[in-house]
């Protein structure tokens, strides 16, 4: 990829809201992006960012204008996902549903929203067993700036959830095969030499 397509995907994904919520039909913002740059998708695909960005769009990439497509979905105020920690289980399927980690909790134990840094994409809706959750409007009417500094945090945070499931995949992979995790064959290795320090040691002394 050139540095000027690269360059494209970074300007048209510096526009999008960064809820992450796959309403356009793509796995996250930046896939969206870079299906624009590459001309395989449209303007008006992205509900969270209403007509705004899709004027936003038009203007990037010398087309159109064309208003949000409700096949994709309609664009609300915003909101943030809130849990009934009274009718949680704790069955964790919100929390892997989260693209930005914004739900915090362990298995058996009730969870909880970080409102702050949830999205709003409801993509914890649909896996909830127990209908636990629920959107409620922020009632919030940020500037433009201040919705470009927020989804700038969404897409940092979505980054650092991409890279964690990397890495649990690999330590998944490496497990599979028999690899230990670094820290985990470094203690391994230290303990290891410190049976063999007591054994020689051992023999030093006439001990057994």
Do not use: W
Not at 52 to 79: C, H, M, Q, Y
Not at 199 to 205: A, E, F, N, P, V
């Amino acid at each position: 990829m050139t540095g000027a397509a690269v360059d494209r995907i970074r300007r048209i994904d510096a526009l999008l809201p960064q809820t992450q919520c796959r309403q356009c039909g793509y796995p996250g913002c930046r896939p969206y992006a870079e299906a624009l740059a590459a001309d395989r998708a449209d303007i008006n695909q992205c509900p969270p960012g209403g007509d705004e960005i899709a004027r936003e769009l038009a203007a990037l990439l010398g087309v159109a204008f064309k208003s949000v497509d409700a096949r994709f979905g309609i664009t609300k105020p915003p909101a943030v996902a809130v849990i009934d920690e009274a009718l949680c289980i704790g069955c964790t399927l919100c929390i892997q549903a989260c693209p930005v980690d914004a739900i915090v909790g362990a298995a058996q134990f009730m969870h909880t929203v970080i409102a702050h840094d949830c999205t709003g994409c409801e993509l914890c809706l649909p896996p909830c067993p127990v209908d636990c959750i629920r959107m409620v409007a922020t009632g919030a009417q940020p500037a433009r700036d201040e919705r470009r500094f927020a989804a700038g945090r969404a897409r940092r945070r979505f980054e650092l959830h991409v890279a964690r499931l990397d890495r649990e995949r690999q330590a998944k992979r490496d497990t599979n095969r028999g690899v230990k995790h670094p820290t985990v064959q470094r203690a391994i290795e230290r303990a290891k030499l410190r049976l063999a320090q007591r054994k020689q040691s051992g023999k030093l002394s006439g001990k057994p």
